[in-house]
């Protein structure tokens, strides 16, 4: 399936790539485009043939306080714990209520400074993906105590 949002990734749009990949979907195909891309033209063209994500008045972006690593955790009904505390430190570093998890502050300037070295959106993924992979094995900790 294609997964499609705005380009320049810093943590959801870094943090949601993780979780598709490794609780949605595995074949995820995943785009980055402009900011100014019309979005509800594009939601409409794409049909039941991809999603787009962490865009502005889209069903997986921000809602409330939410972001859309939780948007993504609800719509497609994953009840780990581990995401569950996950979710609250990316939502601590992607919004501006940081009192969801102190994780968060570290989140956000790592999320910045992979942004800054890396080449591209792809680059920016391929090397947080790790960052996510140690957080979630932190979580899942957590979650078993």
Same mark, same amino acid.
């Given at each position: ?52 994500? $962490? ?64 080449? $591209? ?25």
């Amino acid at each position: 399936m294609k997964w499609i949002t705005r380009e320049n990734a810093k943590v959801d749009r870094i943090a949601c790539p993780w979780l598709i990949k490794k609780f949605i979907d595995d074949k995820a195909v995943f785009e980055y485009w402009p900011a100014d891309t019309d979005w509800s033209a594009l939601t409409l063209a794409l049909g039941k043939n991809g999603y787009v994500y $962490d865009v502005p008045k889209c069903v997986m972006g921000h809602h409330g306080d939410e972001c859309s690593f939780d948007a993504l955790i609800k719509n497609f009904k994953l009840t780990d714990p581990a995401l569950a505390h996950l979710a609250k430190i990316v939502r601590s570093a992607d919004t501006g209520n940081k009192d969801w998890a102190a994780e968060g502050y570290g989140l956000e300037a790592i999320a910045d400074g992979f942004r800054r070295i890396s080449t $591209d959106d792809f680059h920016n993924q391929a090397i947080q993906f790790p960052v996510y992979d140690a957080l979630y094995a932190h979580c899942k900790f957590l979650s078993e105590k």
